[in-house]
Nanobody, 122 residues
Framework: QVQVLESGGGLVQNGESLRLSCTASGTFVRLNTMGWFRQAPGKEREWVATITSGGYAEYANFVRGRFNISMDNARNTMTLQMNDLEFEDSARYYC????????????????WGQGTLITVSS
């Protein structure tokens, strides 16, 4: 089992920056990828960005150039540097961890954090 904990949410003004962190802990063989999703009231959850343990990052079009995702493998921690935040970025942000666990025979699983709320005021 893997536990996921996000931090860094809060209230900011339009144009400001914020940094989110996500730490995975528990029993696992390998973390494959870690990523961020967000969900605003009345909307579907949408993908924001992902990063592999090797450091390869991908971004959704609406955040590319503004957000930067990084991974600290030693601490099993992923960060999302969010720059030039806009009102439309307001949402609850969730961390998702894709991992392998088991002994001998590995299984692939995922785990979600509880989310952290970001509100951008205009």
């Amino acid at each position: 089992q893997v536990q996921v904990l996000e931090s860094g949410g809060g209230l900011v003004q339009n144009g400001e920056s914020l940094r989110l962190s996500c730490t995975a802990s528990g029993t696992f063989v390998r973390l494959n990828t870690m990523g961020w999703f967000r969900q605003a009231p009345g909307k579907e959850r949408e993908w924001v960005a992902t990063i592999t343990s090797g450091g390869y990052a991908e971004y959704a079009n609406f955040v590319r150039g503004r957000f930067n995702i990084s991974m600290d493998n030693a601490r099993n921690t992923m960060t999302l540097q969010m720059n030039d935040l806009e009102f439309e970025d307001s949402a609850r942000y969730y961390c998702k961890v894709d991992y392998l666990s088991g002994v001998g025979i590995y299984r692939r699983s995922d785990a979600w954090g509880q989310g952290t709320l970001i509100t951008v005021s205009s």
